[in-house]
């Protein structure tokens, strides 16, 4: 197996100009957990039964593509969102200025397409163009969120949908673009990209649950983030969409308070709980679970399969 | 010959999320010179003797991709900048904000490679790396010249190099690409790069030059606005390097003063004028120029080489 952290260590940023590159540096080696990497490993290893090693170097661009893009997406986010922290260090835009973190970032996108260029060539139009729509959907995406903020109507549809850009389309690509250079038939494409699309959704859903009913210990962030900053989660789309007249008023009321921190999580909270929006979006999480496993059964059976299976079971299960 | 602004005009931006893709609209339509698309393909109907419909329909895409990347990296320079205005209109910064220019720039660059995937797939992967290439050098340019804004000591090779990288890689790829495209051979690639480097370099210049000596009733801005912002230009680079010590005292004087703009224009002129910097780079102009017009007899001589000489010699005798 690959060691994707050893292989993005090996990428050499000291060139120059040192005030472009090194931003890049300092953020590709603060961490995360390198999921799309290494779900386009996993896919690949599916798909050539573990074997085959040349074509996990052929794969190995095209992973490190898909986390340095990653990464060149959280660089800007952090501009726009104004956040001051990323993976328990100062942000680029924080540490340097705004400036460079634009600039830094916008070679990190170019740097994405550099590695991308080095997928064997029979294969690069198909897995550039998948590349490109990939990177559409993400921006398309950080657009919905930000409209979504100003509207009053978000339906549960419209954020599948959001989320499914901004955060599935790199998952379902990650693994497609794997398993494609890798050899995989159309029908394996396709359940690969499924796989990626339905755990991308589960996990953001997951994600939306766990802000509010996580536990403080092992979550990692304080808990009610999401409520105190009015954000348009799975769960309050929920509630304002089954609440009635009243509830929803006394709901709206507590959006419309920016102080009483505490006791605003409180009350939503209590309102969520009322209207078993947690419960509703377990089920939505559960069903988006199942499509991807369900996927899993048109793939060769073997390890990274099973390592498939496992990684979904883990997701619906973890603490943070 | 393709209408380069029709086609332009041809693309479609009447896309969801609007957030996301007016601001590309906005900027892709307010003109400019179309320079990059231009000169691809010209490059493209030199090769091909000005025949072969087919080849320049391979090359529009590529054009069209050099041409929206460079909108791209205006829309980010101008919030890097700070630049009200750009084209006579208002920047997407001031029109809308800050972070619509950051991912409306970052789509637009995506933009740029969408075009990019249409170029032919054998002739795909090396395009592909010249682009990523010519992209880094931009973003790398664009570094050293923040960069030079804090350094004392700037050489004339050090500043050539940072508008090789700035402006003039986009020209030499945009001639390269189009003309591998169009077929041409490996020398004819590399005459057509190298007349793209030369003439940028020598346009650069001529900027520098215009922007003291021009005359105002043509030139289009105030005269002087390099001087007054202290920009390291090939004049005052020049200017530094070759005055003697009481000379460097009294223009480091005048870099000092951002208050007396008239009379600091005035001054920084009549140093310049004792110094003949007009002339040393001048000098330097008619060197690229030459190295650029030489390059043409290794074309095929026809009417788009024809065209490349007499843009060479309008650029030389251009008031604005």
Not at 119 to 132: E, H, M, T
């Amino acid at each position: 197996m690959i060691d994707i952290n050893k292989e993005i260590a090996r990428l050499d940023w000291n060139k120059e100009p040192k005030g472009l590159y090194e931003p890049i540096a300092y953020t590709l080696a603060s961490g995360g957990k390198r999921v799309r990497p290494t779900l386009a490993l996993i896919a690949a290893e599916c798909i050539t039964n573990g074997g085959l090693i040349n074509s996990m170097d052929d794969v190995l661009p095209a992973a490190l593509a898909l986390e340095v893009f990653h990464n060149f997406t959280l660089m800007h986010d952090d501009v726009m969102d104004r956040a001051t922290v990323r993976r328990g260090r100062e942000t680029v835009h924080v540490k340097w200025n705004d400036n460079t973190a634009i600039l830094s970032g916008d070679q990190m996108l170019i740097e994405a397409y550099k590695l991308l260029a080095k997928v064997p060539a029979p294969k690069l139009p198909q897995v550039l163009n998948w590349f490109n729509e990939m990177a559409t959907g993400i921006c398309e995406g950080q657009q919905m969120d930000v409209d979504f903020e100003h509207m009053s109507q978000v339906t549960v549809d419209d954020y599948m949908k959001m989320i499914e850009l901004k955060t599935s389309v790199l998952l379902a690509n990650a693994m497609r673009i794997g398993g494609y250079i890798a050899g995989a038939t159309s029908v394996q494409q396709e359940a690969l990209y499924q796989y990626g699309l339905h755990i991308g959704l589960a996990f953001q859903i997951q994600d939306d649950i766990l802000d509010v009913y996580g536990d403080p210990k092992t979550f990692g962030k304080a808990i009610g983030g999401d409520i105190c900053a009015n954000k348009k989660t799975a769960l309050l789309i929920t509630a304002l969409e089954t609440a009635d007249a009243e509830t929803k008023a006394e709901l709206l009321q507590w959006l419309m308070d920016t102080e009483k921190k505490e006791e605003k999580i409180a009350a939503v909270t209590k309102i969520y709980n009322r209207l078993s929006v947690r419960e509703a979006c377990e089920v939505i999480m559960e069903q988006e679970m199942a499509l991807a496993l369900a996927q899993l059964d048109k793939l060769p059976q073997n390890e990274a399969t099973e390592r498939l299976r496992v990684m979904a079971e883990q997701l619906v299960n973890r603490k943070n």
